[in-house]
Every structure is written in C-alpha cells, then in structure tokens.
C-alpha cells in the first residue's frame, strides 16, 4: 500500500495473518527484530491542538531544529536497544514474553494492551530519571542548541522511540488478541448489520440537519485511504493523527464554498460533540466498518493518558467510543436520527439509559441563558473527564472554578471526579435530572425539571 508523503516511510504496514498468540504478558521486555533501525523525528503527536491549528494535509507543522534535536536523541535510543544494558534487556524480555505467552492471554485483550502501555510508562520514567549510557548529555547538548523560543517535547521524542521499539514488533500479537475478544463479542452481528444500515442513510438522516453536506466522492476516497492507512499502523499516535485528519476532510467540505464570518467558520471546522458522534457513524459506514471496534480499543488503551483525557483527543476517542455503541446497539441509529436526542438547543433533561450521549446543561451568567448540549458518554466515563471534555469545547480557561453537578427538582450536588457518569444514572433509577457544568461559586435557580423535555 502506498504512503502519504506526510508519513514516514519506515512505518510500514504491519503485514502478514495474525498468528496463534502467547500469554502471561505481566511483566517485561521485547524483542525489538530490526535494530538496525534509524528512526526518523516523528513526534507529530496531536497534544491538544484542534483541527482549526493544522495545515490543509492535516499535519502539524515544526521548526527543523527541533527535528533534528529528536532525531539525534532517537538514533541515541534505537542504539540503547541494542546495547545490552538494563534497557535493552528489559525491551527482549518484555518481548518475549509477549511472544511466548499461550492462548489464555487473549481471555482479556484489554489487560495484554494495558500491560504494555505500562511498560512504556516505566521505559520513559527510566530513560528519563535513570538514564542510560550518553542519553542525559545528548538531551543536554540538543536542548543548548535550541534557540529562545523553542523547547523539546522529551515525552513525545520517548513516545515516538517507544513506539517503534515496543509496538512495532508486538502490533500484531495485539491485534489477534482484540480481533479475538470481538469476534467472541454478542454486539457484532449488530455493528455489522448497522454499519450495513447507516451505508445506505444520508447524513441528514443520522440527525444532522437539512444543512449538512455529503461529502464528494473524491473526498470519500480520501477519507477511505487515510482509514486503510489507519489500520495499517503500529503507532496509537499516528492512528490519532489520522483520524482527525479524515474528520477534518468532511468538516473541510462542509463549507460549501461560502464566505463565513470568523464563528461561523468555527462551527463547521469544530462541530458539537453532538454532531462529531453523528459524522463519524457516517464516516465508520463509508471507511472503516466493523474494524472501528478494534481500532478504537488499541487507541484507548495504548494512547498515553494525557492524549486520552484531555484536548482534542479525548473528545475524538470518546466520540468515537460512542458511535460505536450507538452502532453496536439494538436501535442505535433509530436513537440518533430521532429528532428527541437532543432537539438541538432545547431545553432537555436525563434519565437512566443507555443513551451513548448525556445531556448538559452550560449556563450563561452574563445573558441568564443556558445551552443544553450533548456529550459522548463511554461506560467509564468520570465526571472529570466530562468536565475536560466540556471545557475544551467551550475554551474555558480557568477550568479549576468549574464542576459538574447533579440537579434535580430537590436538591443540586456537585460531583466528585471520580464519579462514573453511567453509574451515577442507574443509581437515579430512571428519575429525570440535570447535568450541569458551572462555576462553584455560582448561585443560580433552575427551571422545574417536570417542565423539561426527557430524552
């Protein structure tokens, strides 16, 4: 398969049939079969930038000096790979005992793949505080050559290194693992039979409104293309980065052409969270099909935790999480195409569900109004998390006043952020409330629930 110009070539397609697997993944090191490699710079790592901060071809753009300081700090570890120290042996062992692990580790593919983020975690804390052979005076040397206004993002220069060490060789013991876990999932025949489904549905169709565009046929070819490429991939990163970039190609042609004043350009470019969940069913039908599930899953769990829960990465996966579900459930597209998800800007309240969106209400002090907004809700999702997500949407920049509370027609309690959004609506039992993101200092009055339309 051809690549992109903007991808580097020696990250190639992971190729070949998924072989039988091992198991006992819970300690460390790997097998890195190519040392030779010189890795390239390659942290274009979305941190959170929003589609409106790339450039046409979706890419994000550095100064090469900062380039050629990561390279020289990543052909430093590619070399440490190899060198037979405490990193190097950690990375074979590790490896190995991926490799040679039985059948039984595919029971719980989540735990493999969290097995080995983890381990990325303790390279990078080691790399970083321990170091190793020249590392820490290379890192010195390259930081005393950048000029006043730059600086070396040391984690993603890591990340990307461990990327290549790490889940290059194992990508494909953990695709078998997930490819496993969804072919023993009941929801399947429903995500296939729905993706057949919502093929044949104009956008419009998956509650949208009249105004959306279909995107042309070159422009889904595209967006086919850059999908293929996502699965091709070993890097989470990468994966991320190209999932944003097929989204920005239907937010592109949403513009129709027109002039636009400087919101409503913003609006098409970066779209409710609401509408984001609506566009990537649309786009999972055309690219992806039922390979989204597993996709999703190795992003989630092998992304570091800064991408997953904050910035525009948090707010694709967790759209994506619940296009999914909406997907893989019995009336899912019903649910999104009917017109009560959310009437758009009315006024609407929660009950327990399983609706893959939870509605909230963002208050306007200023001009005593309030915006009713959706918001992808995954099983786990906590309240902190929804408050990232809501901040960023809104460009809140003092997200420390702000939290999440819980209204009723009797009383109003903030949430904790360790509360699961999913377990807080069983709890209520089927009993309407509010979710509602406002400054703790904040006194207002809300409107009797009763008068609220449920959804």
Known sequence: MEEDDDFDDEDEAHNGSFGDQNE??????????NRALSPRPSSRAISHHSLLSMDANGSLRRPARIDSASHSIQQYIAFLATAGGTF??????????????????????????????????GMKNYLM???EGDLHAIIARESARLDRNSILNMDTILEDSLNRLVLKPLCEHIYHALRSTQRASPSLVTLFTNIEKARAMAPHQLGLGPKAITPSADAIEKMRLLCRKMQSHYSPHRKLEILLKASSLIFHSQRDGEERGEKEERAVMHPSAEDLVSWLVWLISRTLNVACEVEALYMNELLPVQLRQSGDGALYLSALDSAIRILSSPGG?????????????GKSVNTAGGCCLIRVAVPDELLGAVDYESFPLVGDTTAVRLCRLIAHQHSITNPQDYGLYLVTDSFEQCLSPSDVIEDLKQTLDARPFLLAYKRHEARLAWPSLSGLITN
């Not at 300690?27 to 890195?32: A, D, G, N, Q, V």
């Not at 005992?97 to 381990?119: G, H, T």
């Not at 597209?333 to 800007?345: F, I, M, P």
Request: aromatic content about 6%; proline content about 0%.
């Open 24 to 33: 006992n993944v819970s300690i460390m090191s790997m097998k890195f079969a």
């Open 88 to 121: 190097s042996n950690s990375l074979d062992r590790f490896i190995e005992c991926v490799k040679e692990s039985n059948e039984k580790m595919f029971q719980d593919s989540r735990l493999l793949a969290k097995n080995v983020r983890q381990f990325m975690n």
């Open 129 to 131: 505080k321990a170091g």
């Open 333 to 345: 597209l019903q649910k999104l195409a009917s017109k009560e998800r959310g009437d758009r800007g």
